[in-house]
C-alpha cells in the first residue's frame, strides 16, 4: 500500500512539474518583446500612437492624419521636426494598414524616417512598398435618426413606394 501512495505522489510531482514547463513554454519571450520596445523608445525622438479610424495620438491628443501631418509641418517650421519616429500601437487599437500609408506619406513630405512595432519587433517604413497614401481629414460615421429609418428622401415609407 505504501509503495502505491508513493508513486501518486511522484507521479502528481512529475505532471505538475510538466504542466508548468508547457505552460513557461508558451509565454516565452514575450515580456523580453515588451521590454525591448520600451527601451527602444527612448532611442527615438518622437512617439505617436495609432488610433481608431486612421487617426493618431499624438502628445496625449487624437489627431487625424491631415491634422497630425500638420503638427509636423509646424514643427517643420520651427525648426523641431525629429529625425526619427516610432509608431506603436494605442490602447485602443492596433497598428492598421492606413496608419502605415498615412505614416508613409508623411514620411515622404518630411523626410523623417518611421519605423513601427510590428507584434515585437521594429520595421522601418518603406514609402513605396506601403503605397503611401494622401493625407485625410478624419469624418465620423453619420449615424441616422431611428425615425428615418427605411424611408426615402421624399419622406415616404419605402415599402408605400414599392407597391
Known sequence: MTRFTTMFHRAGAALLLGSLLVLGGCHRGSAKDEAAIAQAKSEFDTTIQAYKSGQFLVDGAVLSALDTGSHFAYLKDVGKLPKTVLLVPSDDSKIRKAHLQ?????QLDYGFAVYYDDGGTLKKINPVETKARALEDYHAPVKMSDELQGKSAAGSS????QH
Do not use: G, L, N, P
Open 102 to 106: 498615412f505614416m508613409a506619406r508623411m
Open 158 to 161: 419605402m415599402d408605400q413606394e
